[in-house]
């Protein structure tokens, strides 16, 4: 383990009121410097920041380390860190540097490109999936996770999506405007 | 409506006992209860209380550190359930461990338990459909198994009893193969759901779409709240708004002053007393201090669930029945059934970007049976028939989407696309050789013999399943939904959670282990009143006709005991 501290801005309100404050210092459950710093460029580059808060402002990494060393067990969790391993090597084989010290261009290319190759997940019904499920392959099993991780955080869950703990009626018919946000529960 | 009288259980002779608290269970409570009956329901887990014990009932998804994961231990604890993917942090403590009560599949069997006060009854689909002459006559017609001893006109009142009390909501369609409930007004559909409707009806003569009919309060019912669309049922509801246990008939057997629940009691075995040739009370293993106690009874309803109240009858041995209590026939054990799922088809709908819905109903669209309901509509493939339940969501996969970065980020904060899905529910034949036997080399945490499961789907139901893709692949593109996926996830029994038989109701002792008013044929103070009772499976969701039974056989059971009979 070790502690690293990433200076990163904290998160945006919807109102665009930021302020600069760092990021709390982050001692990994189970990645490596190395892991941790590529599943932070990964989370970012997939889920940047924008008017609205991007993976990084809601500790996104964060919470996939804990995940990961919380819920996989000792293989599963292996699996993953050579998976991470293997996408750094990929992006130094190419430009002659870890994934998370490239620059947004290159980190880009490098995204189109497992876009391309990898499988893609087969559609679930009530918590089984359906037919036969091709290989994912790391880069969309992590992006799953990332976007997950991204849309249960409470910063995103509360104030970006709509958020409606007690519906009270349900109204089968209501029209989209362009401020209509996925329901978040 | 606390304090359950717990500690009276040390009182041990009661005037009738129940087994289990399910959803069968409480309704023999409460009727037992009301007619006067000192009542011992036993069961074999916790107590949990309507509300107080439902401690996830309200925890956002960042409530909680992993956001709904398992640990290894708990996805270790719960090993055998966790394929159904269902199980979570909000619902893992209403689940059994897996671990301290084995069960040995010899073909895969998903066996789903709850254990504790209220069962399955907190975690049930609520989906609730009448049975009619076509499922009551149906092994009479065609040959398989053997026939009901009931038809519909002898449980129809007792459909109307339980329905008004316990509120089932939905649309009166007038079919005949599916009879209407008395129902609260029905949930909505929403505008996809609706389009696909007016689509499959116009395209298909004689097939309806309509709103699943289901245990969820559209209106405030009986001192109960309506249901406020969170969609979080499985977690115990604040509001009181589906049917479970704990939250209607417990209370009301409470309420009278004759219930008493002995949380943590595994009943070992039925007592049968050879000279006055009637069951005289039950064996239990305290499930906390392994403790063997007997409770005495006249009257004793075996309610543990299907395959539990089986393993009970089984482990009931005596002189009179070495085979276990009641299997003169030999039957008990056998016939074995659940329900076919997870075959249909799904897409996605265009046009309809522009709308959305308020709410998270927990309720989906239903198809009755269209097929083998008449002489036009009959087909030589397969006996029997099917239904579907589906429905119409805006939802995706994000991950999939060959996009990332700022502007894929900001599609995702929206609603995805609508999709669309129906998967069929199929009727499951009683063939004998689908059977639970008595383990005794694999014992339980308490040292007691467990289930081997050998049980399989065969010609008749995979014919069924291959006509439910058919058919919803055909609806669904007459329908107008794009990039149609038919699907038929090669699957086992269990995975219905509607197991069935295995102590089958029959005219013939020789040939049936229960008599029309399910008591054992062999000992009439022993009902059964569970899945285990049924004779065949219909293509539709038991639990409401379990609740019409058990109201039925508890009204029997009281006038027999006051003539003296039993």
Known sequence: MFGATIAVPSIVSLLQSCKDEDRRVWEPELFTEKEAKTVSALVDTILPRTETPGALDVNADIFIDRIVARTYDTEAQKYLQDEIAQFNAGAETIYGEPFFDLDETRRAEILKVAEKKSGKFSPGIWGTSVGEQEPIGFYRSFKSMAIWAYLTSEEIGKNVLAYDPIPGNYDGCVPVSENTMRSSL | ????????????????????????????????????????????????????????????????????????????????????????????HFWADDKASPYTEKKPFLWLRAHQMGGRSLLWGKQTYRWSDLDFEANAEDGHGVDWPIRYKDIESWYTYVEKYAGISGEALGLPQLPDSHFLPPMEMNCVEKHVKSRIEKAFEGRNVTIGRCAHLTVPHNGRGQCQNRNRCSRGCPFGAYFSSNAVTLPAAHATGNLTIRPFSIVQSVIYDDTRAKATGVRIIDAETNEAIEYSAKVIFCNASTLSTTQILLNSTSNRFENGLGNDSGELGHNLMDHTYRVGAMGTVDGFDDKYYKGRRPNGIYIPRYRNINAATKTDKFVRGFGYQGGAGRGGNPANTEAFGADFKESILKPGPWEFFITGFAECLPYHENQVSLNSEVTDKWGQPTLTIDAEFKENEKAINKQIQEDAVEMLEKAGVKNVLGFDNDHSPGWGVHEMGTARMGRDPKTSVLNSFNQVHAAKNVFVTDGACMTSSSCVNPSLTYMAITARAADYAVSELKKGNI
């Open chain 2, 1 to 92: 409506m606390a304090n359950y009288n717990i500690d009276a259980a040390k009182e041990t002779t009661y005037d009738a006992i129940v087994i289990g608290s399910g959803i069968s269970g409480g309704w023999a409570a409460k009727e037992l209860c009301e007619k006067g009956l000192k009542t011992l329901v036993l069961e074999r887990g916790r107590i949990v209380e309507h509300v107080v014990d439902y401690p996830t009932m309200n925890l956002d998804p960042w409530d909680t550190e992993l956001r709904g994961n398992l640990t290894p231990e708990q996805k270790e604890k719960h090993y055998k359930a966790i394929r159904s993917g269902w199980i979570g942090t909000d619902t893992e």
